[in-house]
């Protein structure tokens, strides 16, 4: 298949550096400096003194299926196909940025990359999602994994490379991988799953296996987005616990936290001025925030901002304001089925609560879904900008 034709974006970039599929590994070795910062607000909310006109705007799945332009490519390819292609993936990437003016651009790619690297065989099918041809169903299997040959992720690291250098400094660029919970749910279940009795089985039944599942990821994951920080240019990381709800916040706090310790530990020792965003996804209960709160390491934080989903208690939020770390949310992406009227008046709202610190930054409270409009997702990124920088003109003026 011809990918070169659907490199539309990202073909300025490759003539300018003369960069090909030939020489692209050699070029990300020695190309040492990427084009300088012009927009740094995402990574700025991560500190109270930089200067701030509005709060910075990106959106969770924002490369996807409801762009028409990512649907052209994947009609061609499969999943997996365009993720460990670089230049595809570079290419998606950057399409949003091209279609709004978003202050961050996330890598496309996939939380199952990394444990299909391990000895799980996944595919992406149409309608359903994931699916895992061979999940674990008792501890016996887990001496099937293997930690990924660390060649089989570099595709990864090339595709960092060429988006942040065809970005060109107009946004951020955020490294991600799932947290190892959802991963390791995802690895048990062979697939999506609505009740998750499996998963939980192990967790209850067969804990010790599952720690061991889950600190084996948790070491995984943090080598993986080191890589994409020190070797693709990452700017910062973001860590999704998608099903991080599907337990109660005593087992989360017992048997998850300790894993996610080992990932952060592991990451800061190596990236200690990388901002880490962790997203507990429907896991806002304060108990388990004051736990993120209470990892220190070297006298800094270990998490240094939580992606909220819209559930989040007022509590919640002034622990996390208090300890000084950064909001990212948190907008019911249903919202954006809506009229304009209630887009407008939801933004407002959301902007009224959490821009009261310099640590925000405005996303939705869970990804973009292929049923989104163009259209309406453009008004949400121009009306959220819009309004925080009133927002922001309104307190000066007070
Ligand atoms: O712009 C971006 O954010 C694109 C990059 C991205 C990210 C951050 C993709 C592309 N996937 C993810 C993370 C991801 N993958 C999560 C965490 C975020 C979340 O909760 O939404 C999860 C749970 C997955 C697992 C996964 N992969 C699903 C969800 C299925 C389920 O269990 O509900 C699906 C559908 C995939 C495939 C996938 N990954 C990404 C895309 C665009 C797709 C759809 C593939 C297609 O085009 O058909």
């Given at each position: 298949m011809d990918y070169q034709k659907h490199l539309k974006i990202l073909k300025e970039t490759l003539d300018q550096h003369k960069i090909t599929p030939e020489n692209l590994r050699e070029k990300r070795k020695s190309i040492k400096e990427f084009p300088k910062q012009i927009n740094n607000r995402v990574v700025d909310a991560f500190q109270s003194f930089a200067p701030f006109d509005r709060a910075p705007v990106w959106m969770m799945r924002q490369a996807g299926r409801y762009l028409p332009e990512y649907r052209e490519i994947k009609a061609e390819m499969d999943f997996f196909a365009t993720c460990q292609n670089p230049f595809i993936a570079a290419e998606i990437t950057l399409q949003p940025t091209k279609q709004f003016e978003i202050d961050a651009a996330i890598i496309f790619s996939d939380i199952l990359v990394l444990p299909k690297m391990m000895g799980m065989e996944i595919t992406i099918e149409e309608k359903k999602g994931p699916v895992i041809a061979n999940p674990l169903v008792t501890p016996a299997d887990i001496q099937r994994l293997h930690p990924p040959n660390p060649e089989h992720l570099e595709h990864v690291y090339d595709a960092l490379f060429l988006t942040r250098l065809a970005l060109q400094g107009k946004c951020n660029l955020i490294g991600f991988c799932g947290a190892p919970w959802t991963v390791f749910a995802y690895m048990v279940e062979g697939g999506s799953s609505k009740l998750f009795t499996k998963v939980k089985k192990w967790l209850y039944l067969y804990t010790e296996g599952s720690l061991q599942v889950l600190e084996l990821l948790a070491k995984e994951s943090a080598k993986y987005l080191i890589n994409q920080v020190k070797q693709g240019g990452a700017q910062v990381v973001q860590i999704f616990d998608s099903w991080a709800g599907q337990i109660p916040a005593l087992d989360y706090i017992e048997f998850i936290i300790p894993s996610l310790r080992i990932l952060f530990e592991d990451f800061k020792k190596e990236c200690p001025d990388t901002p880490l965003i962790m997203f507990p996804k429907d896991q806002n209960d304060k108990k388990v925030i004051v736990e993120f709160l209470k990892l220190i390491y070297n006298d800094k934080?270990?998490?240094?901002g939580f992606q909220l989903?819209?559930?989040?208690s007022d509590e919640t939020l002034v622990k996390i304001i208090e300890a000084n770390r950064t909001i990212q949310g948190n907008l019911e992406p249903g919202v954006l089925f809506g009229t304009p009227v209630i887009i407008k008046k939801r933004i407002s709202q959301m902007i009224e609560k959490l821009q009261t610190t310099r640590r925000y930054i405005i996303n939705l409270a869970h990804g973009l879904t292929p049923d989104h409009e163009v259209e309406k997702v453009r008004l949400f990124v121009q009306e959220s900008q819009r309004q925080s920088k009133l927002y922001k003109a309104k307190e000066i003026l007070e």
């Open positions: 934080p270990l998490v240094d989903d819209s559930n989040v």
